[in-house]
């Protein structure tokens, strides 16, 4: 069974193309990589901060309504692009103090929640609804094309 299990990570392995067999970078190029992608998000959370702090928009149209909260999602995706490219960053090196750094923004999803929450309740103040989990299919969806767009080059 052993050799089976073994057999089969070798396999595996094998099958990996070498792209994402990348080398390590040394801990100051991967730290550096990983500040940028989180200098890139604290403008997006501070944004996002303002809508859980204020009233919610009105709009004069539900397709008005709509456009904002496609914004509002495209945010989030990008948010999300940059935290998974961090971590992507974060795991090139072998230096424990980067990756937490990049897992830091992590323990932030509460916040994600809580604001899927009020542009739930914008939304029926606009005359419109929308389904979380429709939203967060998009979000999954979108995150990875964004990442290959916001991506330092090599």
Same mark, same amino acid.
């Given at each position: 069974?052993?050799?089976? %299990? &073994? @057999?089969? /990570?070798?396999?595996? *392995?094998l099958a990996v193309p070498a792209v994402a067999r990348e080398? =390590?970078?040394?801990?100051?190029? %991967? &730290? @550096?990589? /990983?500040?940028?992608? *989180?200098?890139?998000?604290?403008?997006?959370?501070?944004?996002? =901060?303002?809508?859980?702090?204020?009233?919610?928009?009105?709009?004069?149209?539900?397709?008005?309504?709509?456009?904002?909260?496609?914004?509002?999602?495209?945010?989030?995706?990008?948010?999300?692009?940059?935290?998974?490219?961090?971590?992507?960053?974060?795991?090139?090196?072998?230096?424990?103090?980067?990756?937490?750094?990049?897992?830091?923004?992590?323990?932030?999803?509460?916040?994600?929640?809580?604001?899927?929450?009020?542009?739930?309740?914008?939304?029926?103040?606009?005359?419109?609804?929308?389904?979380?989990?429709?939203?967060?299919?998009?979000?999954?969806?979108?995150?990875?094309?964004?990442?290959?767009?916001?991506?330092?080059?090599?």
């Open positions: 069974m052993i050799a089976l %299990a &073994r @057999a089969l /990570v070798v396999v595996v *392995l080398p =390590q970078r040394p801990p100051e190029e %991967a &730290r @550096a990589r /990983v500040e940028h992608h *989180l200098r890139e998000m604290e403008p997006i959370i501070a944004h996002f =901060q303002t809508v859980l702090d204020s009233e919610c928009p009105r709009f004069a149209s539900p397709a008005e309504w709509t456009k904002y909260f496609d914004g509002e999602v495209d945010r989030v995706v990008l948010l999300r692009a940059h935290l998974e490219q961090a971590w992507i960053e974060a795991t090139r090196t072998g230096d424990d103090d980067v990756r937490r750094t990049a897992k830091a923004p992590r323990k932030r999803v509460n916040d994600a929640l809580a604001l899927l929450d009020k542009l739930k309740t914008c939304a029926s103040d606009n005359g419109t609804s929308f389904s979380q989990m429709t939203v967060w299919r998009r979000i999954e969806r979108e995150v990875p094309q964004r990442q290959v767009e916001i991506a330092l080059p090599q």
